[in-house]
């Protein structure tokens, strides 16, 4: 009965795959193809206030109720978890993703009725995630496919700024586990501080992100030099800002790489003017990264990176004309205070990693 599920799973994905490829896809896509055992796909994606429509009187979500200013309804979350099932099922092309890092997820309660609202729910994923001390709530996660990855550790890592007692933003996730019974795969899914409040007010905020999570990259090169390190997420910075080049230390440029530093495999697409993870009036930008240790991006044992890098997946179904702005817009769940019933206002970006025998 298992492996009927997941035949039917897989045929359901393929041809929902097929259909989009031939009326929605538009832009360019990745080149899938079945990958087996011998790879497994990450995709990273900022899902947008994904809410449930209870009020937590521990945070501020009242916004996000049914008599909130939103009015934000049972309906319209489940409708929520299942757009964002699609998005992600097509993000993993062939199959399903094996590795799907979230942000702005409000608790456990939302991710589990992600994966029973969506066809996610069939491939038996398995959710990792803490609470926050974020005001609004918001959390990041990752969810994973037993078959390819197994976890062994996983931690929160609290970002406390300098002088205040309490920490009042998300954490950093920590992920430590065997992908495709090859090799250790160390992940941290992020979404740092954003620039409400103004770009010079709460740059040094993402800066010391970029710090404290360097410190939690070099203790684990210290004992393993070679390790295979994968970060993503929601800096809201560009891959070119001092938080993330310098005090993360993510190298624009994989030439000449020494061992230990990271690079950034957004670092040959955010350049574009007409492309990004996200849009402001008529400006895109990148703000949503993948980044890699040397040894993962050119891995001669265990685990590497697909030569194509890193994918931004903009998908057509996933934009719409932009009726004030030049181009296309991300087809949103909100435009201001009025429901539009969208995905997201991020794009999502993924990348394969592959078995890579000696």
């Known amino acids: 009965m ?42 990273f994606y900022n899902v947008e206030n994904l809410f449930d429509p209870f009020n937590d009187s521990l945070i501020n979500d009242l916004d996000f109720t049914p008599g909130g200013i939103r009015a934000w309804t049972y309906r319209r979350f489940v409708k929520k978890c299942q757009d964002l099932g699609k998005v992600l099922v097509a993000a993993g092309g062939w199959e399903a993703p094996e590795i799907i890092g979230l942000c702005e997820v409000e608790n456990h309660f939302v991710l589990r009725k992600l994966l ?9 994923y398995r959710i990792v995630h803490y609470d926050s001390p974020d005001p609004r709530g918001i959390d990041v996660a ?40 090859a090799d250790t795969l160390h992940m941290f899914v992020n ?23 360097r410190s939690r990259v070099d203790s684990i090169l210290i ?21 993330v080049e310098h005090s993360l230390g993510a190298r624009l440029d994989s030439a000449n790489l020494r061992p230990g530093e990271l690079y950034n495999l957004m670092s040959n697409l955010f350049r574009d003017p007409t492309r990004g993870t996200q ?6 930008s990148t703000i949503d990264h993948l980044i ?7 891995g001669q044992r265990g685990l590497k990176i697909h030569p ?16 004030i702005h030049t181009g296309k817009r991300l087809n949103r769940t909100y435009i201001g205070m009025q429901y539009h019933g969208g995905y997201s206002d991020h794009l999502p970006v993924k990348l394969d990693i592959l078995k890579n025998d000696p």
């Open 191 to 213: 979404h740092w501080p954003s620039r409400f409040g103004g770009y010079m007010a709460t740059k040094p905020l993402r800066e010391f992100a970029g710090a404290l999570l």
């Open 279 to 284: 849009k402001f009036q008529e400006n895109w």
């Open 292 to 298: 890699v240790s040397k040894s993962l991006l050119k």
């Open 142 to 181: 990752l969810m994973y496919r037993p078959e390819k990855f197994t976890m062994l550790h996983s931690e929160p890592i609290a970002v406390v700024f300098p002088g205040e007692n309490m920490r009042g933003t998300r954490d950093i996730l920590y992920v430590k586990g065997i992908a495709l019974d």
């Open 2 to 43: 298992q492996y009927r599920i997941i035949l039917n799973y897989t045929f359901s994905a393929a041809l929902l795959f097929f259909f989009w490829m031939i009326f929605g896809a538009g832009r360019p896509a990745t080149n899938d193809e079945y990958r087996g055992s011998d790879a497994l796909r990450v995709v």
């Open 308 to 323: 194509r890098g890193a994918v931004i997946f903009d998908a057509e179904f996933l934009l719409e004309d932009d009726p």
């Open 116 to 124: 029973e609202h969506s066809a996610l729910g069939r491939l038996n």
């Open 223 to 243: 004992y393993d030099p070679q390790a295979k390190i994968l970060i993503m997420g929601d800096l809201n910075d560009p891959p070119d800002e001092y938080s």
